[in-house]
C-alpha cells in the first residue's frame, strides 16, 4: 500500500513563495506518477501540476505555468511543488495523489489511486 503525505502549506503574502512536499511510502515511486490537485472551498478539485514516472515529463496548468514548478526525488522519494509569484487564487487545499506511470493535469482525480490527506495553502494581505 502507497501512502502519501503532503507537508508545507500554510499562509503566505501575493507574490510569495512555498514548497510543497509530497513524501511516500510503502512503495518505491518508481512506478508512479504523482499529481497535485488544489480544491477551493465550494469549488471541484482541478489538476495543478504532475510529473509521469514513465518519461519523467511534466505537466502543468495554463494558470500556474511559469510559476509553478514539480520535481521528484527518487532518492528521498518524494516530490515537490515549488510555487512562486502566489496569487490570491491559487489559495486551497493541496492535495497530491499517485497513479501508475502517465499522468497529466487532464486526467481526472478519479483515475488515481493513492491520496494525501491535503495542506491547506493560503495567499493573502
Known amino acids: 500500500q502507497l501512502q502519501l503525505v503532503e507537508s508545507g502549506g500554510g499562509l503566505v503574502q501575493p507574490g510569495g513563495s512555498l514548497r510543497l512536499s509530497c513524501a511516500a511510502s510503502?512503495?518505491?515511486?518508481?512506478?508512479?506518477?504523482i499529481g497535485w490537485f488544489r480544491q477551493a472551498p465550494g469549488e471541484e478539485r482541478e489538476g495543478v501540476s504532475c510529473?509521469?514516472?514513465?518519461?519523467?515529463?511534466?505537466d502543468y496548468a495554463d494558470s500556474v505555468k511559469g510559476r509553478f514548478t514539480i520535481v521528484k526525488d527518487n532518492a528521498k522519494n518524494t516530490v515537490y511543488l515549488q510555487m512562486n509569484r502566489l496569487k490570491p487564487e491559487d489559495t486551497g487545499v493541496y492535495y497530491c495523489?499517485?497513479?501508475?506511470?502517465?499522468?497529466?493535469?487532464?486526467?481526472?482525480?478519479?483515475?488515481?489511486?493513492?491520496w494525501g490527506q491535503g495542506t491547506q495553502v493560503t495567499v493573502s494581505s
Open positions: 495523489a499517485a497513479v501508475m506511470y502517465y499522468c497529466s493535469v487532464d486526467v481526472h482525480p478519479d483515475d488515481y489511486d493513492y
Open positions: 510503502g512503495r518505491s515511486l518508481d512506478y508512479y506518477a
Open positions: 510529473i509521469s514516472s514513465s518519461d519523467g515529463n511534466t
